[in-house]
């Protein structure tokens, strides 16, 4: 499988690349780790006259952890499985990155073509919207800051322009207990349901929640009604299937070679009630 | 229409320079321009593994990148790794356990295995398992696959102990 000819383009900086998006406008993408875009490519799903490499833009890599925790846009999630301070701040990300894929693939899938690329099925969105992320934009006129919440509009339509980069993403340091529990029919697919869920505690009452879903609608659900009920509760059973409730009024699944609709509410019912447990387990 | 564009690539510790349209893939410039045809084409997809190589460092499977990313790489096929006369321990090991039926997906497996046994010099079976999940082999199974990545990495371990 053959992709269509392009022009090739690795350019030094983000002003390089922000001045090739101006001039070749969608007929231009950028290239991350490609695996992706290229496979979309390859099967001429996608045409891109013009590619630009981001591999030598040296600000997209590198993660910084403190309080607040920015990942470059090119950090991979192998990076994100090595790195070990980022591991005990937000393990969750690990938790997720090692359910992506497979090894040679986390090798070279990074954070931000995961998280700009508005795959449903790609798990990072819904992480990012479980933790509040933000997500950096630079373009022509610098940078602004969008949520990950409101970065989604449908399936590959996302906030970012055409002649905007996302450069890294941005969050709090999460507190309290996570989990990142995924169906899939084999290792390196997609997930037929995924629940990204933090729960912090006050001694037995659930402080705080958060629950995102990936791969249940166009765009990845963060779960409002959901993560609200179980606040002030103890999460018991009785506790665990309300919030499920919830969490099925707000996903939309569309039948697929994944299964049909009622499967898939019935995948994604099992994983979240999985990962309030476990989340909860860990707060 | 876009033109070819001047490819640098280190492969095997040997430089090699082309000119090639930047949407080659990587796995057919080493197979068809360099001859070395041990990088094989499965699915084409990226699922399979069967074309995985070391690129500066990381396994890759090269049918998912453009030769033209990779300009200016370094390269590791499994033509780098051992002869028949000289083989690699993992080659060794595949072959006194039965690693391979076909042998279709042995070299993207071997390949893959080395940088796995890099990074993790010690691995139990599981993770031997989860670290392979990116190559597939539809004869042995597996368990021969394991048995002889294990056995790999043991004699490498007492090679180092017995250097020491």
């Given at each position: 499988?053959?992709?269509?000819?392009?022009?090739?383009?690795?350019p030094?900086?983000l002003?390089?690349?922000?001045?090739?998006?101006?001039?070749?406008?969608?007929?231009?993408?950028?290239?991350?780790?490609?695996?992706?875009?290229?496979?979309?490519?390859?099967?001429?799903?996608?045409?891109?006259?013009?590619?630009?490499?981001?591999?030598?833009?040296?600000?997209?890599?590198?993660?910084?952890?403190?309080?607040?925790?920015?990942?470059?846009?090119?950090?991979?999630q192998?990076?994100?499985i090595?790195?070990?301070?980022?591991?005990?701040?937000?393990?969750?990300?690990?938790?997720?990155?090692?359910?992506?894929?497979?090894?040679?693939?986390?090798?070279?899938?990074?954070?931000g073509?995961?998280?700009a690329?508005?795959?449903?099925?790609?798990?990072?969105?819904?992480?990012?919207?479980?933790?509040?992320?933000?997500?950096?934009?630079?373009?022509?006129?610098?940078?602004?800051?969008?949520?990950?919440?409101?970065?989604?509009?449908?399936?590959?339509?996302?906030?970012?322009?055409?002649?905007?980069?996302?450069?890294?993403?941005?969050?709090?340091?999460?507190?309290?207990?996570?989990?990142?529990?995924?169906?899939?029919?084999?290792?390196?697919?997609?997930?037929?349901?995924?629940?990204?869920?933090?729960?912090?505690?006050?001694?037995?009452?659930?402080?705080?929640?958060?629950?995102?879903?990936?791969?249940?609608?166009?765009t990845?659900?963060?779960?409002?009604?959901?993560?609200?009920?179980?606040?002030?509760?103890?999460?018991t059973?009785?506790?665990?299937?309300?919030?499920?409730?919830?969490?099925?009024?707000?996903?939309?699944?569309?039948?697929?070679?994944?299964?049909?609709?009622?499967?898939?509410?019935?995948?994604?019912?099992?994983?979240?009630?999985?990962?309030?447990?476990?989340?909860?387990?860990?707060? | 229409?876009?033109?070819?564009?001047?490819?640098?690539?280190?492969?095997?510790?040997?430089?090699?320079?082309?000119?090639?349209?930047?949407?080659?893939?990587?796995?057919?410039?080493?197979?068809?321009?360099?001859?070395?045809?041990?990088?094989?084409?499965?699915?084409?997809?990226?699922?399979?593994?069967?074309?995985?190589?070391?690129?500066?460092?990381?396994?890759?499977?090269?049918?998912?990148?453009?030769?033209?990313?990779?300009?200016?790489?370094?390269?590791?096929?499994?033509?780098?790794?051992?002869?028949?006369d000289?083989?690699?321990?993992?080659?060794?090991?595949?072959?006194?356990?039965?690693?391979?039926?076909?042998?279709?997906c042995?070299?993207?497996?071997?390949?893959?295995?080395?940088?796995?046994?890099?990074?993790?010099?010690?691995?139990?079976?599981?993770?031997?398992?989860?670290?392979?999940a990116?190559?597939?082999?539809?004869?042995?199974?597996?368990?021969?696959?394991?048995?002889?990545i294990?056995?790999?990495?043991?004699?490498?371990?007492?090679?180092?102990?017995?250097?020491?």
């Open positions: 499988m053959i992709p269509a000819a392009f022009d090739y383009y690795r030094q900086d002003d390089g690349v922000i001045s090739l998006l101006q001039e070749h406008g969608d007929d231009a993408r950028v290239i991350a780790g490609g695996h992706s875009l290229i496979p979309l490519m390859k099967l001429r799903m996608a045409e891109v006259p013009h590619l630009i490499d981001l591999q030598s833009i040296t600000e997209l890599f590198g993660i910084e952890v403190g309080s607040k925790i920015r990942i470059g846009a090119m950090a991979t192998s990076d994100i090595n790195d070990i301070s980022l591991a005990s701040a937000a393990p969750i990300l690990k938790e997720a990155s090692l359910q992506i894929a497979d090894p040679q693939v986390r090798y070279m899938g990074t954070v073509g995961n998280v690329n508005g795959d449903p099925g790609n798990d990072m969105p819904g992480l990012m919207q479980c933790l509040d992320a933000s997500f950096l934009l630079r373009g022509p006129d610098g940078e602004r800051e969008v949520k990950a919440r409101d970065f989604y509009q449908g399936a590959y339509m996302t906030e970012r322009e055409d002649d905007e980069v996302l450069v890294a993403v941005t969050f709090d340091a999460p507190k309290g207990g996570y989990a990142y529990e995924k169906q899939k029919r084999k290792i390196g697919d997609y997930a037929t349901a995924a629940a990204a869920v933090i729960i912090s505690k006050d001694g037995s009452v659930c402080k705080g929640a958060s629950i995102a879903m990936t791969n249940l609608s166009d990845p659900i963060f779960c409002t009604d959901a993560s609200n009920s179980l606040v002030g509760t103890s999460v059973a009785d506790d665990i299937k309300k919030a499920v409730n919830e969490m099925i009024e707000a996903i939309d699944p569309a039948e697929d070679n994944r299964g049909p609709v009622e499967f898939k509410k019935h995948a994604a019912s099992v994983v979240l009630t999985r990962a309030i447990k476990s989340a909860w387990e860990r707060a | 229409m876009p033109g070819k564009m001047e490819i640098k690539l280190k492969v095997n510790g040997e430089d090699h320079k082309f000119s090639a349209e930047p949407r080659e893939l990587l796995v057919h410039a080493l197979r068809e321009r360099l001859n070395l045809t041990g990088s094989h084409v499965g699915c084409e997809t990226g699922h399979c593994g069967v074309c995985t190589v070391t690129m500066n460092g990381k396994s890759v499977k090269s049918c998912t990148v453009f030769v033209a990313q990779a300009d200016g790489a370094d390269v590791t096929t499994i033509e780098g790794m051992g002869t028949p000289n083989m690699h321990v993992l080659q060794q090991a595949f072959r006194e356990h039965h690693g391979l039926q076909c042998g279709y042995t070299p993207g497996m071997i390949t893959r295995a080395a940088k796995l046994l890099e990074e993790n010099p010690t691995p139990t079976e599981e993770e031997v398992r989860f670290g392979m990116g190559n597939l082999c539809r004869c042995t199974g597996y368990q021969n696959i394991v048995k002889s294990m056995a790999a990495a043991s004699e490498m371990n007492s090679a180092k102990e017995a250097a020491q």
